[in-house]
């Protein structure tokens, strides 16, 4: 961090600007310019309160040099984070991870059968919402403690690995029990007491980027997690606010290789909420995966019209099964593969 001085500064006040980061128990190190002295702060661990700098007289600006988020940079470590979950799945290698499911958990029958059809497709790990984030208190808020029952029983008959959304703290831990990725959706992004249980919880965490979140935000809500001592967080790209309707939301695709060089972890797309149209779904898919994702995220429906939430979005299986066979050839244009499936898989059209 660059504390620049006005132009007119007094040595006094340079002095009392070393004081205060000193007295913050960080080293200060005046450069003498030709116009202004700047004072270099080291040691910057993250946790530096510049507002205690900005209001000194005579003090420009404080320009920060290095990022606000530090575990989940390139800096602090250089080689991809790569976690491998408990039925071999690896999440953040070369091999791309499919996770797909129902938005929401509908019932023991329909969360089984939809595994068995998934897992048979390929996908090695199955999603599912028992409690569901909606936007009105008046829609379908998930089968909570029960869904997460036949999530576990889903694993129990397929192999699949279980990732489902936990919405506060005290959910985190239910989840937990349960699960074996947890997600934080996209409007819990900020929602720092769960981020920090999620860190605690000993699970692998799935972090969805906030609807209005930039980049920065979005590795400082990964930070909270990784400064817990959990380094397992994926990142998802999900679509983010934008002023266009002709999707729900805007996959940005540019945050995957973005985030890719200034971070170590994993990232994923999730194109089912990034688009909230069936038709678009895969081709954005297939684009996210030429970006270079470390995976996706489908929303998959046995029927989606009758879906009790995001049927509009959700494919129906035989087009997952024809997603497949597409990425696959897209991944090996670019020296990936899919991660192997748990049984031989179905090709399209069978
Ligand atoms: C979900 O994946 O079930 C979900 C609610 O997604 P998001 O948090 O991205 O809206
Ligand atoms: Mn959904």
Known sequence: MLVVMRHNATEEQISAVVDT????????????????????????????????????????EVIPVTHAYKQVSREWKEDD???????????????????????????????????????????????????????????????????LKYLARAREETGMMVVTEALDPDGADLVAEYAD????????????????????????????????????????????????GNDEVILCERGVRSFAKHTRNLLDLAAIPVVQSLSHLPIIADPSHGTGLRSKVIPMARAAVAAGAHGLMIEVH?????AMSDGAQSLYPQQFAELMEQIRVIAKAIDRD???????????GS
């Open 302 to 306: 046995a029927d989606p019209p009758q």
């Open 181 to 228: 990725v947890i997600q934080i959706g996209a409007r819990n992004m900020q929602n720092y007491p769960l981020l920090r249980r999620a860190g605690r919880s000993g699970k692998p965490v799935l972090l969805k980027r906030g609807m209005s979140a930039t980049i920065e935000e979005f590795l400082l809500a990964a930070e909270y997690i990784i400064a817990e």
């Open 81 to 147: 984070t790569v976690i491998t979950l408990p039925n071999g799945t690896v999440v953040g290698g070369s091999d791309l991870v499919l996770m797909a499911g129902p938005c929401a958990v509908e019932g023991e029958a329909a969360i089984v059968d939809i595994a068995h059809v998934l897992r048979d497709m390929g996908a090695t790990i199955l999603r599912g919402g028992a409690f569901k984030p909606r936007t009105s208190p008046y829609s379908f808020q998930g089968l909570g403690l029960e869904g």
């Open 338 to 348: 899919l991660t192997p499936p748990l049984r031989p898989t179905v090709p399209a």
């Open 21 to 60: 980061i000193e007295d913050m128990g960080y080293g200060a190190r005046p450069i003498p310019g030709g116009q202004r002295t700047a004072v270099g702060l080291i040691g910057n661990d993250g946790g530096v309160d510049s507002a205690r700098l900005e209001v000194l007289s005579g003090v420009l």
